[in-house]
């Protein structure tokens, strides 16, 4: 199956943040991975951002 690609908005909306939000993260270092497609688009892998998710998701406040 492809994986879908998806623009900073869409992206944005999955994960329920501002664009801002991830526009900073790629400046500061890219903690949500993300797909450059020639010099200027910018696209999320909707499987990363599930595993980004995935990845966030703790069950105590005393594992951070």
């Known amino acids: 199956m492809q994986d879908l690609l998806l ?3 869409q992206a944005a909306k999955v ?6 939000f991830l526009e ?3 400046w500061s270092g890219a903690r949500v991975p ?3 497609i020639g ?3 910018v696209r ?3 499987s990363d951002l599930l595993a ?3 990845s966030c ?3 105590s406040t005393s594992q951070y």
């Open 15 to 20: 994960l329920s943040v501002s664009i801002a």
């Open 57 to 59: 998701t703790h069950h």
């Open 7 to 9: 623009t900073t908005k």
């Open 52 to 54: 980004y998710i995935e």
């Open 44 to 46: 999320y892998r909707y």
């Open 39 to 41: 010099s200027r688009a």
């Open 24 to 26: 900073r993260d790629r």
């Open 34 to 36: 993300f797909v450059k």
